[in-house]
């Protein structure tokens, strides 16, 4: 049997990580026979990064790499769709995964709101005693990531105008559709929903959880791709 293995879940979040999240619906659409594994430290895994899935043939590392893998077994993804399309639908990942992702990654590790319970829950194994300075390195190599790809550099208000383009590129397009590519789900709406739930999952409610919870296009979206297209337990 197939095992991805993933950051844990939060509440009723499959994981912490969307990228995991992708993984998991892209197995789930694939109609595979997987399992769960939930690891805290991916440091011995390829690329010291999770997802990744295990299978007969070895460890696959990388949500995409983990999409070509179930390819090469049968998996479509988007069945149908004509090489305009397909492309399309590779810029709309690339807008969720290289774009989207870094106001995740910046509202939860550089908020100050809310890198509290971050710590608590991504590191509960380090003893609370030595937790804060043990992660506080740790904390700081992220948001010199952040600078460095860009997103860290910007005011709020800067952040929230670049956001909020973007947000506004998925909703244009869930105009009179259920998903990102008319009437049926794609590779697309694997990498953008995934994205916008972890926006709106954060454990502490800032402004971004509430930008996406509050608009009934974006978190309606969200719902359809999980509890009506490819449904996770």
Not at 137 to 161: D, H, M, P, W, Y
Request: with cysteine; hydrophobic share 40%.
């Amino acid at each position: 049997m197939l095992t991805l293995l993933t950051y844990p879940r939060h509440n009723d979040v499959f994981s912490f990580s969307p990228f995991c999240v992708k993984a998991a619906l892209l197995l789930t659409y694939a109609g595979q026979s997987w399992q769960r594994e939930d690891l805290k430290d991916p440091r011995k895994m390829p690329h010291r990064k999770l997802p990744v899935l295990r299978t007969p043939d070895g460890l696959v590392p990388d949500s995409s790499e983990i999409r070509r893998y179930l390819e090469s077994r049968g998996a479509e993804f988007d069945v149908g769709l004509a090489p305009r399309d397909r492309a399309h639908a590779q810029a709309l990942i690339r807008l969720a995964e290289d774009t989207l992702y870094f106001h995740v990654v910046y509202d939860r590790w550089a908020n100050e709101a809310v890198w509290p319970s971050i710590r608590d829950a991504y590191f509960s194994e380090i003893p609370s005693l030595i937790r804060r300075p043990v992660t506080h390195s740790i904390r700081q190599s992220v948001c010199t990531g952040l600078a460095f790809q860009g997103t860290g550099r910007f005011n709020e208000e800067e952040r929230k105008a670049r956001l909020e383009q973007d947000l506004q590129v998925v909703t244009v397009l869930l105009k009179d559709s259920s998903f990102l590519m008319c009437g049926q789900i794609t590779s697309a709406d694997f990498s953008v929903a995934a994205m916008l739930q972890a926006m709106r999952s954060t454990m502490v409610e800032t402004n971004l959880v509430r930008r996406i919870s509050d608009d009934p296009v974006l978190s309606g979206y969200v719902d359809r791709v999980f509890h009506e297209a490819v449904p996770l337990s």
